[in-house]
């Protein structure tokens, strides 16, 4: 039976939209459009990579004071939205009896922005790759969030939207479920909380 519910942050408690925002940010730095490059070169900012070095690679050149602040201002606002329903989810998980727990590849603004918002709550522990320095699908991330929160891997419900970090977390025994959309997310959790 499920003690623990292991969550991903993008894709499942939050729908990352429109990009609209990243093309407006992008003429403002007088560069190309660069949505798809700014969404398949995460990894090593999502590992701890500095924002000053993530954009200057990204966009080629390095980024004034300015710049650097406008970009990351545009970056966390990019995905900082849970919606409430999800946050209402999570909640009525939690009053279930579950243990809740984040577990996101994500870069230091945006975790240093988000541990503090009203929907992290619910959870008792955020674990995000910038801080262990480890990122999904690495099964050394998965281990770690098993060793501290003392539990074994067939007591935890992972969701997350990529195949690659469900398959990861499944090798390890962990009951772990693509789930993409945060209304797959919500019909999950209550049937998690409807069975207990």
């Known amino acids: 039976m499920t003690t623990v519910l292991l969550l991903d942050y993008g894709g499942v408690l939050h729908d990352p939209g429109d990009t609209a925002r990243l093309d407006t940010l992008a003429e403002r730095l007088g560069a190309a459009p660069f ?3 700014y969404l398949a070169s995460r990894e090593e900012f999502d590992r701890g990579q500095s924002p000053e070095d993530y954009w200057a690679a990204l966009l080629g050149r390095p980024l004034s004071a300015a710049e650097l602040a406008d970009a990351t201002e545009v970056d966390i606002a990019q995905w900082q939205q849970v919606p409430p329903a999800v946050e209402a989810a999570t909640r009525r998980a939690r009053g279930a009896g579950l243990r ?3 577990l996101s590849n994500m870069p230091h603004p945006e975790a240093d922005a988000y541990e503090t ?3 992290t709550e619910p959870f008792e522990r955020l ?3 910038c801080r262990l320095g480890l990122v999904k699908p690495d099964p050394a991330i998965f281990t770690h969030v098993l060793t501290e929160l003392a539990v074994a891997p067939e007591a935890v419900t992972f969701l997350d939207d990529r195949a690659d970090n ?3 977390a499944a090798a390890l ?3 772990a479920r693509l789930t993409v959309g945060t209304g797959a997310t919500i019909a ?3 049937a998690l ?3 207990r």
């Open 35 to 37: 949505v798809a490059a």
């Open 100 to 102: 809740l727990a984040l």
């Open 117 to 119: 918002r009203a929907w």
């Open 127 to 129: 674990y995000f790759s």
């Open 166 to 168: 469900v398959a990861a």
């Open 173 to 175: 025994g962990i009951d």
């Open 188 to 190: 999950t959790i209550d």
């Open 193 to 195: 909380v409807a069975a």
